[in-house]
C-alpha cells in the first residue's frame, strides 16, 4: 500500500492524453464546422439569387424559337417544376458527393472547366500579387518614413492613379504602348499561337507545365504574354498594398517605444524594419490575404481585354447565360478561396504574433 | 464597357496608330488562318445538336453534307457534295441520292450510303433543337427506319408529302445535314446516346478539316484533312482564337499576329480601314430587325394603323449614324441573297403620311407599350421611334428587360408591340416565311408559340395557304414568285415593320483572299481561303 502511494508520488504530473488531444481536435472541428456553414450559406445564397434573377436557364438551352411543348420538355428536365428547397437540396446532395453537375450549355462537367480556367487565375492572380506586394509593401514603408517628402508624393500619386483610372482603359493602352507600338510583350492569350499545345497540360499553370517541359521557348513565350495583365493586375494590389502600409507604419512611427528606441541610440535602419515594421505583419497579412483573394476571384476585365480564359470571364460568361451550375461551381471555389486565405492568415498570425497563440 | 469608353479607347488607338508606326509587324505562317471571334456559343460540336454562329461554323468545315453551298458561289444554291447526283420520284415524295465514290472519313472509313441514313436517322431520333429542320418534313424516330433508308450505294429518303425539291435540298445543306462516321460514332456510344456525348466535343466527319481541339471561351484548332475530295485545303491549320473585345481584335490584326477579326464595332472598323495591311469585306447576314404589333390591340389591329407605323421609322437615319456599316434597310422577311427575297424597300420616314393614316383610323392620343431588350443597338432603335411616334402624336413608352422578361410576354401576346431580332434557321426561304406570314390557328389555345405571327396574334389570312403552296411548288422559278408575291402582299398588310438587315464586316490582313463568312444563307467556310 505504501509502495503503491510512494509510486504514485514520484510518477510525473503528465495530462490525460484527452486533455492535450481534445483542444486540437475542437479546434480543427470548430474550423472545419465554420468552413462547411459558411459554404452552405454562400451555396444558397447564390442558388437563390441564380433562380430568381430574371434569366431563363430554359430559354438559354432550347432558345427563344422552340415550340411551348419542348421548353416545357427542358423546364420538368431540369427539375424547375419542384420547390426552390426541393431544388437546393438535390443539388446540395451532389455537390457533397463533389459533382458540381454538368454545364447547361456545353454538357461538360463543371468540375472539368473549373480545372481548366481556374489554373490560368491562379497564375495571373499570383504574379501580380508578388509585383504588388514586392514593390508596394517598400513604397508604403519608405513613404511612412519620408512624410511629405517626394517619395511620399509619388506614393500618393501611385496610388491615386491605381484607385482612379478603370482597369480596362489602362489594360487597352498598356497592350497600345507595350504589344502594339513597342512590341515587348505578347498580345491577348496565354500564349502565341505557335505555342498552343504544344506543352501537355500537368499543373494548368502554362509557365510551370513549360519547365517541367523543359521547353524554354513556350516558357518565354508565355511569360511576355503574362507580364502585361499580371503587372496591371500588380499595380492595383501596389496601389493599396502601399496605401495601407504607409498608414499602418505612421501610425508605429509615432509611437512612444520608437521614440524610446531612437533616444537610446538604435539605427533609423532597425528603428523601422526591426521594431515598427515587425509590429504591422499582421495587419500587412491581412492586407495581402485580401488582395490576393480579390486577384484570385477573377478580374473579369482584365481577362476580357486579354482574352486570358481564367475563372472570372469563365463564371460572368456564365451567368449571362444562365448556366447556373457553372455559376454555382465557380462561386463555391471562389468562397473555398476566401475560407482557406483566411485560414491560412489566422495560422501566420500565430507564427508572427505570440499573443494569438 | 460603355459607349463613350469603347469610342474613347478606338480613338486613342486611332491617335497612337496615327502618330507612331507599329514595330515590327508579325505575320501568322503562310499555311495556317488566325481568326480572332466570339465564339462562347458554342455549346456543342455534334451536328445532331448544333445550333449557334461559331458551332455552325465548325460544322460547315468539318462535316459535309449530301448537298452544299459553295462559298465561292453562293447564289447558285445546293450542288453536290457526297451525293454526286439525285433523282425525284413521280409522286415527288421520294428522293433517291447517288453517293459520290472514294470519300473517306477522318478515320479512313469510306463514305457510305449507310452513314448518311445513319446520320439523318440519328438527328431525328436524337431530336435535339434543331431537329425540326428534318422532322418538318414528317420523318419522327418511329418511322425513320422506313423513310430514310441505304441501298448500296443509294440513298432514299420519303417525305409525308410532296414538298419542293429545293426545299428539302436547302434543309440537308444545314448543319443538322453533316454527316458522321456511323462505325466511330457508335464505337463512342453511351447509355444509348448514339454517341451524342462524345460528338459534343469530337469529330467524325470527312470535310476538309478535322476538328483537333476546342476549348470553350478559348479557342478552336482545326488541321486541314489532307484526303478531303475536294482537294486539301490552303489552310493547313486554323485557330479560331475567342476574343471579345473589339479593340484586342484590332490590335492583334494590326499586329499581324490574327488574319481575320470578326467582331470589330464600327469605331475600330473605320480605324482598321485605314491602316496598311488590313481591308474590310462587308457581307449581309441573315438577321432582322423588326417591329412586331400585337394584333389583340383594338388600335394597332386596324389597318391604317399598321401602315402608319411603317412611315415612321427613320430608316436612313438610323442606318446612317448608330448603325452604320452594321446593319443595312430591308423591309422584308426574306434577308436578301435568299432564294425568292425581294430587294422592294417601298417605305420612307414619313411623319406627315403617317399622321394622315392615323387620322383616316380615327386614332387619337394612343398610348402603347414596347418592349425592348437589353442590347445597346435595340434600346437606340426604341428610342427613335419613340421620337418619331411622339411627332405623329403617339406615346410610346419604352420597357426595357432581360429576354426573359421580354421574350416571355410576347410568347404570351402581352406586349403592345415588340422590337425583336430573328434569323433564319436554315437556308430556304419557307424557314422565315413559316413564321412570318404563316398561323393556321390564330386562337390562344393554339399557343403556337414558335410561330412569330402566332404571338404577335396575328390571323394571316390567306398568306398561310400561299406559304403552304410555295413550300411544294417543284418548279423553281415560279417558287421564287410566289414567295416575290408573298412578301409584297405581307409588306402591305402585315403587322410587322420590318426594318434592317445585319452585316458582318470583317477586317482582313490583305493577303488573305476567298474569305466567306457564308452571307445569310450558311456559315463560314475555310477551305477556299488563301493566303
Known sequence: MALTEDNNQRRPTRAPLTDQVWPFLRTTLLTLGSIAVTLLGLLFITFVIGRVMPID????IVGERASQETYDTVYLQLGLDKPLMVQFFYYLWDVLHLDFGTSLLNARPVSEDIARVFPATLELATIGIIFGVVLGVPLGVLAAVRKGSWIDQIARVVALVGYSMPIFWLGLMGLLVFYGILGWVGGPGRVGIFYVDVVPSVTGLILVDSLLDG?????????????????????YSLAYVSRMTRSFMLEQLSAEYITTARV????????????????IRVQLITVIALSYANLLEGSVLTEIIFSWPGIGSYITTALLSADMNAVLGGTVVVGLIFILLNIFSDLLYKVFDPRAK | MNAINKLLTSAAIGLAVGVTSFSAIAETPANM??????IDDVTTVDPAESFEFAGSDISRNVYNRLVNLDPMDLAAGYQPDLAESWEVSEDGKTITFTMREGVKFHSGNPVRAEDAAFSLQRAVILNKTPAFILTQFGFTPENVAETIKADGNKLMITTDKKYATSFVLNCLTATIGGIVDKEVVMANEADGDMGNTWLKTNSAGSGPYKLDGWKPNESV???SNPEYYGGAPAMERVIVRHVTESASQRLLLERGDIDIARNLNPEDVAGASSTDGVKIEDELKGRLMYLALNQKHPVLSKPEVRQAFKYLIDYEGMRDSFLKGQYTIHQNFLPATYLGASEENPFSYNIEKAKELLAAAGVENLEVEIGVREAQERIEIGQSFQNAAAQAGIKVNITVGTAKQILARYRARELDVYLGAWGPDYPDPQTNAGTFAYNPDNSDEANATGLLAWRTGWDAGGLTEKVEAAVT???????VQMYLDIQKEFREISPFVMMFQQIEQSALRDNVMNWSTGQAVTSAAYWQVTK
Open chain 2, 33 to 38: 488562318l488566325v481568326i480572332a471571334n466570339r
Open chain 1, 215 to 235: 521547353n524554354w521557348d513556350v516558357f518565354k513565350d508565355a511569360f511576355s504574354h503574362i507580364i502585361l495583365p499580371a503587372s496591371l493586375l500588380g499595380y
Open chain 1, 57 to 60: 436557364p430554359v430559354l438559354a
Open chain 1, 264 to 279: 537610446k541610440g538604435m539605427s533609423e535602419w532597425d528603428v523601422v524594419w526591426k521594431h515598427a515594421f515587425k509590429n
Open chain 2, 473 to 479: 411548288e417543284g418548279d423553281r422559278e415560279k417558287r
Open chain 2, 221 to 223: 484548332t482545326l488541321s
